[in-house]
């Protein structure tokens, strides 16, 4: 009886080490993706000079002109655009904190650019591996939706993420640099 309470004890002693250790492992883990998180939001400016993708470009639609944007309409436009393509132009993109370039691979050149505070809203579709990016051209009212579709669904997903984290970092560069103003009322 004895030794069948010192065997039970010395499990329970051995499960709850083994549940310390886990725990500890947890932690660890926890503490390097929070250590990851801090070092990329650390990125200076000069990390986010002309990052480049490849995809093609699928085409363009009008979304509309009214200060509401109706983002089922451009998910939905998105889907139509991406499906009814057969194939899009060549094109890299290149990304920055001013905006974000498109160039046409067949004819070397720009094809478009866009800075960042003319851009309203960026959705990605994985499962068609596609990015839209809805923009204001200057002088114009109409809103159009540019579609870019990427050989793979992470790589949509990368550009929809830096083109969001670009967003942060240009707002953020913006508030910083008006700390230095003063306004005499």
């Known amino acids: 009886m004895y030794l069948l309470n010192a065997k039970k004890r010395a499990d ?13 492992h947890r932690k660890k883990n926890r503490d390097a993706r929070r250590q990851r998180k801090i070092e990329q939001a ?3 400016h000069e990390a986010w000079r002309n990052i480049r993708f490849n995809a093609d470009y699928m085409g363009s639609f009008q979304v509309g002109e009214s200060s509401f944007l109706d983002k089922n309409l451009v998910k939905q436009g998105m889907k139509v655009l991406a499906v009814h393509t057969v194939q899009g132009m060549p094109a890299a993109l290149e990304l920055c904190l001013d905006g974000f370039k498109v160039y046409d691979k067949k004819a070397q050149r720009a094809a478009m650019a866009h800075s960042l505070n003319r851009i309203l809203y960026v ?14 051209n200057p002088g114009v009212k109409e809103r159009y939706c540019h579609l870019f579709e990427f050989s793979k669904r992470r790589k949509a997903k990368y550009f929809h993420n830096c083109l969001k984290k670009a967003f942060r970092e240009s707002r953020k560069s913006e508030d910083e640099s008006n700390e230095d103003v003063h306004y005499v009322g």
């Open 123 to 136: 959705s990605c579709d994985a499962s068609l591996s596609v990015v839209g990016i809805v923009a204001k």
């Open 12 to 24: 329970k002693l051995v499960l709850e080490e083994e549940k310390e250790q886990r725990r500890r």
């Open 42 to 44: 650390n990125l200076n």
